[in-house]
């Protein structure tokens, strides 16, 4: 028999409104499947009523059974599609005491910026820390900053835009670059901006340059600006393998230019501008 090492939890509009299925539910019914013990890598989807309840019912009862979780080493919260609900419907949570329940997780992943508090990160063995959402709150990229992270190797944060909760600005980005502090980092993605000229400029301007193995700049509103910057800067940092920047607004000419550098790039999904009246329109990606 195949033993599953991970497994999406997750409701329906129908268990919800007629089976009475919500987020206080969703915990013991994860503890009741005898296959759990087995998991290594635990989603929670859609707990019923994502955009009018927070998960925090989710993220307790995790934390008060938490020997009975300590096996899971990947955890994603708010692994839903925009069927299901739109990202920035999604009603996260406290996180400030999931630190120290699950101290052998090494991956986290939280979909959704409503509502949510990281509190005081703290925590030894964590590797990987992503989240998505259309506009992560400067709080929160400020309580990245103070992060106690040592053994952090990935960074992916989506940074949004204004209308769906970022509230910052590119010196937001600098000062979470100049602060924070994982000795381990190896993957860095400052992604779905749209502002993402002035954030590449931020990057590659900032410390870790000369220690990531990954520059993740994907998803936003880069043009030939930033792709020119990323021709002058990352030939001076042969510790970078990887170029991701799919999503973007770059000319042709630009896309052979990035594409001739040494390493490893993904400029998939061109888009053009939109112009109406005159004025011309980019999308980050996740932005509804």
């Known amino acids: 028999m195949e033993i599953k090492q991970v497994k999406t939890y997750s409701y329906s509009y129908s268990d919800y409104e007629s089976d009475g299925k919500n987020a206080k539910t969703m915990i013991p019914d994860i503890l009741a499947d005898p296959e759990l013990a087995s998991l290594t890598e635990l989603h929670i989807g859609d707990w019923g009523n994502s955009w009018e309840d927070s998960c925090q019912d989710i993220i307790d009862a ?4 938490s020997e009975k979780f300590s096996h899971i080493q990947k955890l994603f919260i708010g692994d839903m599609d925009y069927e299901e609900c739109e990202v920035s419907w999604i009603i996260q949570g406290n996180y400030s005491g ?19 508090e990281l509190g005081e990160i703290c925590h030894e063995g964590l590797e990987e820390l992503e989240i998505i959402c ?5 709080s929160e990229i400020q309580a990245i900053a103070r992060a106690k992270l040592p053994n952090l190797k990935k960074l992916l944060l989506y940074i949004g835009v204004e209308d769906y909760g970022f509230d910052g600005d590119a010196d937001t980005i600098k000062e979470l670059l100049e602060q924070a502090d994982f000795p381990k980092l190896a993957y860095l993605g400052i992604t779905d901006s749209e502002i993402q000229d002035e954030l590449t400029q931020t990057v590659l301007e900032s410390k870790w340059m000369s220690q990531i193995e990954t520059l ?3 998803l936003g509103t880069l ?3 930033g792709g020119e910057l990323l021709l002058q800067k990352l030939p001076d940092y042969p510790n970078i393998k990887t170029l991701d ?12 230019k990035l594409q001739e550098l040494p390493i490893s790039t993904d400029v998939s999904e061109q888009n053009e501008p939109d112009v109406y ?3 011309v329109y980019m999308n980050a990606m996740l932005t509804e």
């Open 62 to 65: 995790v934390i008060a059974e």
């Open 98 to 116: 999931l630190w120290a329940a699950l101290p052998n997780l090494r991956s986290l992943t939280i979909k959704g910026s409503t509502d949510l």
């Open 134 to 138: 259309g506009g992560l709150g400067k």
């Open 216 to 218: 993740d700049l994907s």
């Open 223 to 225: 043009t030939d600006k």
């Open 245 to 256: 920047v799919h999503h973007h607004y770059m000319s042709d000419d630009m896309i052979k």
């Open 277 to 279: 009246h005159g004025e």
